[in-house]
Structures are given as C-alpha cells and as structure tokens.
C-alpha cells in the first residue's frame, strides 16, 4: 500500500540546479526518516543526504554546502535541492524512507531511482 514517488531527475549543465522530490502515498503513522543514496554502475550505494524525524540533517562530504535536503510534512514529501551541480555527481538518485505503520515494525521502502546527469 505504501508507494515511494520520485521526481526531479534529468539533465543539467555543469554548476546548474536540480531538485528530486520523494513523496510517499499511503497509509502512514509517521515518517521516521528520509535518506537520499546514489550509485553509478559496478560502485556501491552511498548515502548522499538524511533527514531525520527530528528535522535533523546529515550530508556526505562530496555534497555538504552544495547539496539541502528538507521536507513538507503537509505533502508528505521530502526534497533534495542540489545546486552547483559537477559532473561526479551524475548517479541514479534513491530515496529510502523508514515509515512507521500502526500495528507494524518500522518498515524500509525504497523508490526506483532517478537518474541525475551532469554535462559540461
């Protein structure tokens, strides 16, 4: 029932903006947390961005000050703004989100990824 909604993928130029929105749809008690991975092909998955329930926020090194994650609990969507965009950061784009459920464990769901690309 839960569905993970990804958007804002695409095909900018080198220093230019993008902004990926993962919206979850369904029945829902809480969000508990939100992380934004990325991974390019034969390398591991790497987190890029978290936001925790508590509003609190973490970055990787090659993204903080470049890259802000937040959200709208009114959408039930959480945002990554990237700006200054290079081309190492061309990667498929998940969203991992941690929900809680009335009557169930904390459950893990992930979207199916959205492709970044970063031209010169």
């Known amino acids: 029932q839960v569905r993970i909604m990804e958007s804002g993928g695409g095909l900018v130029q080198s220093g230019g903006s993008l902004r990926l929105s993962c919206a979850v749809s369904g029945s829902i008690f809480s969000r508990l947390s939100t992380d934004w991975y990325r991974q390019v092909p034969g390398k591991e998955r790497d987190l890029v961005a978290q936001?925790?329930?508590?509003?609190?926020?973490n970055y990787a090194d090659s993204v903080k000050g470049r890259f802000t994650i937040s959200r709208d609990n009114a959408k039930n969507a959480v945002y990554l703004q990237m700006n200054s965009l290079k081309a190492e950061d061309t990667a498929v784009y998940f969203c991992?989100?941690?929900?809680?459920?009335?009557?169930?464990?904390?459950?893990?769901?992930w979207g199916q990824g959205t492709q970044v690309t970063v031209s010169s």
């Open positions: 936001i925790l329930s508590s509003g609190s926020t």
């Open positions: 991992k989100v941690i929900i809680l459920r009335t009557g169930e464990p904390p459950g893990v769901y």
